[in-house]
């Protein structure tokens, strides 16, 4: 489904992925784990498309639709919480559902900048999960939430991405066993 | 309802405080006769006569419309300029001199320089045009560049067109920029311009109005006329505030 080819990658002359090479296919979860700078977010912004490998190649199959919850929430500040969701073609109902089931459901009228961290987190989920997509990116999915909301959030998770493919982020193991994920080591 | 009462109240007791302070000096100049000062009665007695003068209302169409006509052509070139030079930073550089003159130049000089090629009638148009453009063209500029790219990006990785994008992140980034712009801008527009009308004199405006009162040594005229650019300034104002910052703002938005 998605093929990384001996990648090589730098930010100016800092070498951040040397000879790196993944191949995600359906079915699978791939968390990315390692130390900081050890270049996961840089695996996540290759595969989207948002920077471009200076050695190696990467192969996707066409016309494949990323759902991503971002290292920062990334909320329109705008646009309600519901709005946010159903902007990009979500429909209302699944978001209000999704909304519901991480406690947010009298919160999809109210403003980002009415949000706490952790909600404003559970929101990026919801609107990651609320649209349909053909693979799932997540970057720390589980910033300033508590363990309760961590495992409801994962347990909604596991339950939308169904065999789609998933590409985690994190720096806890504990996280990424909740979602099933086999680990991608990077030194 | 009981505040707001007690704010118009307010309001109205201050503009009677300051009435009734403007008599008293008035009235202690004239007698002591160091300079004339028109009252507050003489001034509304004039500004009766002068709206009963179906001259004076020619005079406030001519004004605001020259005025309008150079406010509103500068939104329009302004926001295209902003535009550009939001999103190029060679267009940008190619431009700002222009925007740097436009506003280290005090605008007296900018109407005395139009002088010498335009006819009196169309300074005012043209220099409420100059005082606009460059505050539009820049709050346009800000507002784009403070579009937040993070968003963009998500926006554009989950699937939103870039007509969707420039509607649902850029337009609402820029709006209020834009919006605060225009009301400041309005203000610019009709001071600068009632101000060329006054150096230039064109025919049947508000400017040659005031120019020719004090020319006649006309004190409660000259007060009456300021009156008048006091009242139209206030209610341009207003209607803009109402139409953007209420019904029709909340329609584009």
Same mark, same amino acid.
């Given at each position: 489904?998605?093929?990384?080819?001996?990648?090589?990658?730098?930010?100016?002359?800092?070498?951040?992925?040397?000879?790196?090479?993944?191949?995600?296919?359906?079915? +699978?979860?791939?968390?990315?784990?390692?130390?900081?700078?050890?270049?996961?977010?840089?695996?996540?912004?290759?595969?989207?498309?948002?920077?471009?490998?200076?050695?190696?190649?990467?192969?996707?199959?066409? !016309?494949?639709?990323?759902?991503?919850?971002?290292?920062?929430?990334?909320?329109?500040?705008?646009?309600?919480?519901?709005?946010?969701?159903?902007?990009?073609?979500?429909?209302?109902?699944?978001?209000?559902?999704?909304?519901?089931?991480?406690?947010?459901?009298?919160?999809? !009228?109210?403003?980002?900048?009415?949000?706490?961290?952790?909600?404003?987190?559970?929101?990026?989920?919801?609107?990651?999960?609320?649209?349909?997509?053909?693979?799932?990116?997540? +970057?720390?999915?589980?910033?300033?939430?508590?363990?309760?909301?961590?495992?409801?959030?994962?347990?909604?998770? !596991?339950?939308?991405?169904?065999?789609?493919?998933?590409?985690?982020?994190?720096?806890?193991?504990?996280?990424?066993?909740?979602?099933?994920?086999?680990?991608?080591?990077?030194? | 309802?009981?505040?707001?009462?007690?704010?118009?109240?307010?309001?109205?007791?201050?503009?009677?405080? /300051?009435?009734?302070? /403007?008599?008293?000096?008035?009235?202690?100049?004239?007698?002591?006769?160091?300079?004339?000062?028109?009252?507050?009665?003489?001034?509304?007695?004039?500004?009766?006569?002068?709206?009963?003068?179906?001259?004076?209302?020619?005079?406030?169409?001519?004004?605001?419309?020259?005025?309008?006509?150079? %406010?509103?052509?500068?939104?329009?070139?302004?926001?295209?300029?902003?535009?550009?030079?939001?999103?190029?930073?060679?267009?940008?550089?190619?431009?700002?001199?222009?925007?740097?003159?436009?506003?280290?130049?005090?605008?007296?000089? %900018?109407?005395?320089?139009?002088?010498?090629?335009? =006819?009196?009638?169309?300074?005012?148009?043209?220099?409420?045009?100059?005082?606009?453009? =460059?505050?539009?063209?820049?709050?346009?500029?800000?507002?784009?560049?403070?579009?937040?790219?993070?968003?963009?990006?998500?926006?554009?990785?989950?699937?939103?067109?870039?007509?969707?994008?420039?509607?649902?992140?850029?337009? =609402?980034?820029?709006?209020?920029?834009?919006?605060?712009?225009?009301?400041?801008?309005?203000?610019?527009?009709?001071?600068?311009?009632?101000?060329?009308?006054?150096?230039?004199?064109?025919?049947?405006?508000?400017?040659?109005?005031?120019?020719?009162?004090?020319?006649?040594?006309?004190?409660?005229?000259?007060?009456?006329?300021?009156?008048?650019?006091?009242?139209?300034?206030?209610?341009?104002?207003?209607?803009?505030?109402?139409? /953007?910052?209420?019904?029709?703002?909340?329609?584009?938005?």
């Amino acid at each position: 489904m998605i093929k990384l080819n001996n990648i090589g990658f730098s930010y100016e002359k800092t070498e951040v992925l040397k000879d790196f090479s993944l191949q995600i296919s359906k079915k +699978d979860r791939i968390c990315l784990f390692g130390e900081s700078g050890s270049g996961k977010t840089t695996i996540l912004r290759l595969i989207l498309g948002l920077e471009t490998p200076l050695k190696g190649e990467i192969q996707k199959a066409e !016309n494949l639709k990323p759902a991503v919850v971002f290292q920062e929430d990334r909320l329109i500040p705008f646009k309600s919480v519901l709005e946010n969701i159903t902007l990009f073609g979500a429909d209302e109902e699944t978001a209000l559902l999704y909304l519901e089931r991480l406690g947010l459901k009298d919160y999809a !009228n109210k403003m980002p900048s009415d949000l706490s961290g952790g909600m404003s987190r559970r929101v990026a989920l919801v609107r990651a999960l609320s649209n349909q997509f053909d693979y799932l990116v997540l +970057d720390e999915p589980f910033t300033g939430l508590d363990q309760e909301n961590i495992d409801t959030a994962a347990n909604l998770i !596991n339950e939308v991405l169904g065999e789609k493919p998933l590409i985690l982020v994190t720096h806890s193991k504990a996280e990424a066993e909740l979602l099933n994920c086999t680990f991608e080591e990077l030194v | 309802m009981k505040n707001n009462l007690k704010k118009i109240s307010l309001k109205a007791g201050s503009i009677l405080l /300051w009435i009734l302070l /403007w008599h008293i000096l008035g009235s202690l100049a004239n007698s002591k006769l160091l300079f004339k000062i028109p009252l507050p009665l003489d001034t509304l007695k004039e500004f009766i006569n002068c709206v009963k003068l179906p001259s004076f209302w020619e005079a406030v169409a001519s004004s605001l419309l020259h005025i309008l006509s150079g %406010f509103i052509f500068a939104v329009v070139l302004g926001l295209i300029f902003g535009m550009l030079s939001g999103n190029s930073n060679i267009f940008k550089t190619i431009a700002e001199p222009i925007s740097r003159l436009i506003r280290s130049v005090p605008v007296a000089a %900018f109407i005395i320089l139009a002088w010498l090629w335009i =006819p009196s009638d169309v300074i005012p148009s043209f220099i409420s045009f100059l005082m606009v453009f =460059p505050i539009i063209w820049l709050q346009v500029e800000t507002g784009l560049l403070s579009v937040d790219n993070r968003l963009v990006e998500m926006a554009g990785v989950m699937g939103m067109t870039k007509t969707e994008i420039v509607k649902n992140i850029k337009i =609402p980034t820029i709006m209020p920029f834009f919006r605060e712009s225009v009301i400041t801008g309005l203000g610019f527009a009709w001071k600068s311009g009632v101000a060329a009308e006054v150096i230039c004199n064109p025919t049947g405006s508000i400017g040659a109005l005031l120019s020719n009162a004090k020319s006649n040594l006309e004190y409660a005229k000259v007060f009456a006329v300021v009156l008048t650019i006091i009242i139209l300034s206030l209610l341009l104002e207003n209607i803009i505030k109402f139409f /953007w910052r209420g019904n029709l703002y909340d329609k584009i938005k």
